[in-house]
């Protein structure tokens, strides 16, 4: 008997089968079967599950007499030729991850449960993405006992994601209807309604093949049929819930029916024509007045505006609403604020009730304007285009400047009123290149500019000019520019070559023998902060005060590709460019905060002044998790950069009893404070943050500043506040100010831009700092430089275990140094902030012990004393 059978159901897909079975074939878990279910193909199938029997005894293959017409037979077939004690269900056209069996078999008999289900996730075949479906069901691994404990489950409706327990299946009866499509959603339903206790395991355990060209039922959904199939399944699935005693689960049912099922009819909607909706709406009309208004009370404000113009047969509009659900949601033509609330359209009805977007509360750089195409015209070299712009929210200043934006360029327009609060501007413009055409309003009070995407007909023809064409693209049809096929591949072939000129390899070795035979220059030196992200930290204030003195050094930045915010005056280069190179070996001077390029040994003679980018409780180089692993290669490395250093700011005494031996420094120590802080000592700050991240008068700012999770970069995860929550709480005395690491990735909701400004990309953390009223943040080094504020923090740390034991490590118990409250939830960050007073004054005494510890040798000298040594007493 095998540990596990794996029915693998086929149709007419000779191609994939061998694909499918093979993923099951290569599975960790050795032990088990392959059932090939046919539904009676007329293609190749018999011919290649042969082939595949022959390759290996492990696979079997049953074949039904005539098609069924659906899925559910050739499961239930495999449910009767099963053998092992467990069976999983998989599409011939998907695959199995090599260890899925195996883990889901293990997590099946370590728990005991009726059934384990697992993450799947879509693999676009275009481009090998693959994207999670609804992975915050599969965020824990857990035992859930029974559907009621967590009903938001009915979202898991997949019959492939799971491992079942077969003999619990045959006891129970559990079969798949064999007259309906979506019969895996019918399947779903008793199977919740009947399991007393399932698992839940937060790996991939299939992937979702998404081909261009597939035609699976799911996606067949430009059929009404489908349509009518999915209404069915839905109430079936009611029914089952009824007939089990569970009545109380048919809302949580229903919830998935408007919150996945009619979606997915939803999305593509702006693209169909009236008849097509027109029979849609009619179709589900009958199953949405079944629904309890409590249920559409759950779902996105513009689902249950598209509910209920469905309900009052409101077609045009219908087509309207749906073209904000995706992509970059498009504003509405119209929209009605009565007493702080904000409605779609004209009327002020409660189902129309969108306030919890806050579209009306934007800041004006991200307030939404909705910019029609009303007529497209072309001269074979420009387009000449009448717009339709509307104004729901009433954002738009007594004076303004229009433009069209496109491949970097912007064109003038002049937008006349169309007599009922809108514009209407005809624009001409010669396209090239790839672009995503927008039209933006620049307001002339303060220069803060908002900016949105073109819609047009969905059905647009596109049209071609030279190199590039115009066309509609995605749900919403907005206008695009894209270059032609041939000129894209000429473009990868330059691309390709470029690369093999350019490799790392090549361009060391080229600066090793540039540094033996190029003359350096003592009056040259690089800057570089933050790998060449920015203009800011320790070494742009040792720069300024090296220019402020006038002194004959020529100062050259590295820049990132694409980096801004850099001094109109200084002398740029991008970082990892054939200049970036000459430039390193030429250099007297080498000036920076994190580290150049690793491999690339220092020019004889060049002095290298190396300012660090923080302190702090974090374990730091051979403890860090990236170096401490008994790996000689990584941990060599390092030793030889950390060899390159001629100089080292030290902020501390602590800082130096840490970070000199987790990092074997042994050379000369600078301890008269950090020259990024002296701007904060003096309170010097650089620019108007307010004005620029347009806080509202009177609002406090929250600066929040995470640090990242070594194994979570770029995750977005270590943004653990819920700015939901804080933002219903505060939204009318604070804005939160996020600050997120270089190594992240979070972009904020367009539901929380009122309360949230995000600075990511904000060039210079002093002036935030100093812009701030308070810190919030977890374990970065940031609370080391704002304790020179004297203002108060605040601690997220709700991972704390987790980040000391197993994450990245600490060499400070925080909770018993911080020098402000540190909180698990964002409920009690919530209680903090507002009684933050009284609560910093409880801190008095561990604040000044935090600034003793980090900030003892801040005194706002620090850029001049080191500049004194390190550039002047050269050179004297």
């Known amino acids: 008997m095998p540990d596990c059978s794996v029915v693998v159901i086929s149709y007419n897909d000779a191609a994939r089968l061998p694909r499918a079975v093979r993923s099951v074939l290569r599975q960790t878990l050795r032990d088990l079967e392959v059932i090939i279910s046919d539904d009676a193909s007329t293609d190749g199938t018999p011919e290649v599950a042969a082939r595949l029997m022959a390759e290996d005894p492990r696979v079997r293959y049953l074949r039904r007499e005539s098609n069924s017409g659906g899925c559910g037979a050739p499961r239930n077939d495999g449910i009767d030729a099963a053998r092992a004690p467990y069976a999983m269900f998989l599409d011939s056209d998907d695959e199995l991850p090599r260890h899925a069996c195996k883990s889901l078999l293990t997590e099946i008999e370590r728990t005991g449960a009726d059934f384990v289900s697992g993450q799947i996730s879509r693999l676009f075949e275009r481009d090998g993405r693959l994207r999670p479906y609804y992975p915050s069901l599969f965020a824990r691994r857990r035992v859930v006992e029974g559907i009621r404990a967590e009903p938001e489950l009915f979202l898991d409706s997949f019959s492939t994601n799971k491992l079942y327990n077969v003999a619990w299946l045959r006891d129970n009866v559990l079969r798949f209807p064999e007259d309906i499509h979506y019969e895996d959603h019918v399947f779903a ?100 007045e079944e629904i309890p208004g409590e249920v559409f009370d759950r779902i996105e404000p513009m689902d249950r505006v598209c509910c209920r113009l469905i309900l009052d047969d409101r077609i045009d509009d219908l087509r309207v609403a749906a073209g904000s659900l995706t992509g970059p949601r498009a504003a509405p033509r119209a929209a009605v604020q009565v007493d702080g609330r904000t409605y779609w359209g004209t009327t ?31 001269n074979g070299e420009r ?15 007594a004076e303004w400047e229009a433009f069209l934006e496109a491949g970097g360029e912007r064109v003038p327009i002049r937008p006349v009123p169309s007599g009922d609060g809108g514009y209407v501007s005809e624009v001409v413009f010669s396209p090239c290149g790839r672009s995503d055409p927008r039209i933006g309003f620049r307001r002339r009070s303060d220069g803060h500019v908002t900016t949105d995407r073109l819609i047009v007909d969905p059905n647009l023809e596109p049209i071609e000019l030279p190199g590039c064409t115009v066309k509609a693209e995605g749900y919403a049809a907005y206008l695009c520019v894209r270059t ?64 402020r003195r006038g002194l004959p050094i020529e100062a050259v930045w590295s820049v990132a590709k694409g980096r801004k915010n850099f001094p109109a005056d200084a002398r740029l280069v991008r970082r990892g460019s054939w200049r970036y190179l000459w430039t390193m070996a030429r250099a007297g001077i080498w000036v920076d905060s994190h580290g150049f390029p690793l491999d690339y040994p220092k020019p004889p003679g060049t002095r290298y002044l190396q300012t660090w980018h923080g302190q702090g409780i974090k374990s730091i180089g051979f403890d860090a998790p990236d170096l401490r692993g008994d790996f000689d290669r990584p941990r060599e490395q390092w030793r030889a950069a950390v060899a390159r250093w001629d100089a080292l700011v030290s902020p501390s005494a602590e800082f130096s009893r840490v970070f000199l031996p987790s990092n074997g420094y042994d ?83 367009e539901r929380l831009r009122h309360f949230v400004r995000p600075a990511a990309s904000y060039p210079e953390i002093n ?50 140094i911080a020098p402000g409250p540190c909180v698990t939830t964002t409920a009690e960050l919530v209680d903090v902030l507002r009684n933050l007073p009284e609560v910093h004054a409880a801190f008095a005494a561990k604040y000044a012990a935090f600034r003793a510890l980090w900030c003892a040798d801040e005194h706002g000298d620090a850029s001049a004393r080191i500049v004194d040594d390190f550039f002047e007493g050269r050179r004297r």
């Not at 099922?261 to 702006?270: G, H, I, K, Q, T």
């Open 189 to 288: 339903t008793e199977l919740y309604a009947v399991a007393r206790r399932f698992a839940i395991v937060p790996w991939v355990v299939y992937h979702w093949h998404r081909a261009p060209s597939n035609e699976s039922i799911s996606l067949s959904i430009d059929e009404m049929d489908n349509v009518r199939q999915r209404v069915i399944a839905a109430r079936l699935s009611d029914d089952i819930l009824r007939g089990y005693g569970a009545e109380d689960l048919v809302p949580h049912r229903q919830y998935r029916f408007l919150r996945q099922d009619l979606r997915v009819y939803l999305n593509p909607l702006p693209a169909r024509d009236l008849v097509w909706v027109k029979e849609f709406a009619s179709v589900v009309r009958p199953y949405l």
């Open 348 to 378: 002020a009805a409660p189902w129309l009730d969108i306030t919890p977007l806050r579209l009306a509360e934007l800041p004006y750089t991200d307030s939404r304007l909705r910019h029609e195409v009303t007529g497209l015209a072309t």
């Open 383 to 397: 387009v000449r285009m009448i717009v339709r712009t509307y104004d729901p929210f009433g954002v738009l200043p």
């Open 484 to 547: 032609h096929s041939r000129v894209r591949s000429a473009l990868r072939r330059a691309r390709r070559l470029l690369l093999k000129l350019n490799t790392p390899r090549a361009k060391l070795r080229a600066y090793k023998l540039l540094i033996k035979v190029v003359p350096r220059r003592d009056d040259l030196a690089l800057f570089e902060s933050d790998v060449g992200k920015g203009y800011n930290g320790s070494p742009r204030a040792i720069y300024e005060e090296v220019r």
């Open 667 to 749: 050379g000369k120590v600078y301890r008269c404070g950090t020259p990024r802080c002296d701007a904060l000592v003096r309170a010097e700050a650089a620019g108007d943050v307010r004005a620029r991240l347009e806080i509202p008068p009177g609002r406090k700012v929250l600066l929040y500043a995470p640090t990242y999770r070594d194994r979570d970069k770029m995750s977005g995860r270590s943004v653990r506040a819920d700015l939901d929550l804080m933002a219903r709480e505060l939204a009318g005395e604070w804005v939160v100010v996020l600050r997120t690491h270089p190594v992240e990735k979070y972009d904020p909701p």
């Open 767 to 816: 002036d935030l700092m100093l812009a701030s009223d308070a810190l919030l943040t977890d374990y970065s080094s940031v609370m080391c430089d704002y304790a020179v504020t004297g203002r108060p923090m605040v601690f997220l740390i709700d991972d704390w275990d987790d980040y000391r034991l197993s994450e990245r490590g600490v060499y400070h118990d925080l909770p018993a």
